[in-house]
């Protein structure tokens, strides 16, 4: 029942930025470790930030950290990912996914253990 919409995506000019939201319907959003995910034409998906459930850890790739900032807003039943400085090599279509609710933490390192995935929204930075 757990359904995931992505927005926020777009153009934007190199050291712009973007606000990515991960909406939930079905069950709250808390109750999930959600992880954001990249794929560019060519490349193989990675994980790019997870947020874990309970106010648990956050994780950043190395190739945003310090640029990318995830965050949840409760109320709003939402996952955001903040991309401020964005590079050419940012550019990917971007999924948010959530994990079983049996696991607090989330993980960058693989993706078969979020079961549950949005449609993806698109991400082009250039000049």
């Known amino acids: 029942q757990l359904q995931l919409v992505e927005s926020g995506g777009g153009l934007v000019q190199p050291g712009g930025s973007l606000r990515l939201s991960c909406a939930a319907s079905?069950?709250?959003?808390?109750?999930?470790?959600i992880g954001w995910f990249r794929q560019a034409p060519g490349k193989e998906r990675e994980g790019v930030s997870c947020?874990?459930?309970?106010?648990?850890?956050?994780f950043y790739a190395d190739s945003v950290k310090g640029r990318f900032t995830i965050s949840r807003d409760n109320a709003k039943n939402t996952v955001y990912l903040q991309m401020n400085s964005l590079k050419p090599e940012d550019t990917a279509v971007y999924y948010c996914?959530?994990?079983?609710?049996?696991?607090?933490?989330?993980?960058?390192?693989?993706?078969?253990?979020?079961?549950?995935w949005g449609q993806g929204t698109q991400v082009t930075v250039s000049s």
């Open positions: 996914a959530a994990r079983s609710p049996v696991f607090r933490q989330c993980v960058l390192s693989t993706s078969i253990v979020y079961p549950t």
């Open positions: 079905g069950f709250t959003l808390d109750r999930y470790a």
């Open positions: 947020i874990s459930r309970n106010d648990g850890s956050i």
